[in-house]
Nanobody, 125 residues
């Protein structure tokens, strides 16, 4: 288990950019696959992006590919989600999560044992 805390959410306009951060506690951060999930009101939580422990390998859902970039700084125990060209349909609570295994596009919520409290992102049209 690792403690996670997201920050950086807010209200933006369509087309704007926003960067989310997720700070992790503990000394083994680089061992974890980190993911950003999002959950819109009334919908299931869905995977947006993943990054391997080294930061070399990433995965993006089709809905965010080309607009979002996931990155990590293992020295700072932090993972980021840079979001660009935001759309109203990107409105959701965004969660960071940690997993001990890489499953890429097969990743599901149950693969992640540690979760942050979430940060709201609202994109107005």
């Amino acid at each position: 288990q690792v403690g996670l805390a997201e920050s950086g959410g807010g209200l933006v306009q369509a087309g704007d950019s926003l960067r989310l951060s997720c700070a992790a506690s503990g000394r083994t951060f680089s061992r974890y696959v980190m993911g950003w999930f999002r959950q819109a009101l009334g919908k299931e939580r869905e995977l947006a992006a993943l990054i391997s422990g080294s930061g070399i390998t990433t995965y993006y859902a089709d809905s965010v590919k080309g607009r979002f970039t996931i990155s990590r700084d293992n020295a700072k125990n932090t993972v980021y989600l840079q979001m660009g060209s935001l759309k109203p349909e990107d409105t959701a609570v965004y969660y960071c999560a940690a997993s001990t295994a890489w499953r890429g596009s097969y990743s599901t919520v149950t693969d992640f044992g540690s979760w942050g409290q979430g940060t709201q992102v609202t994109v107005s049209s």
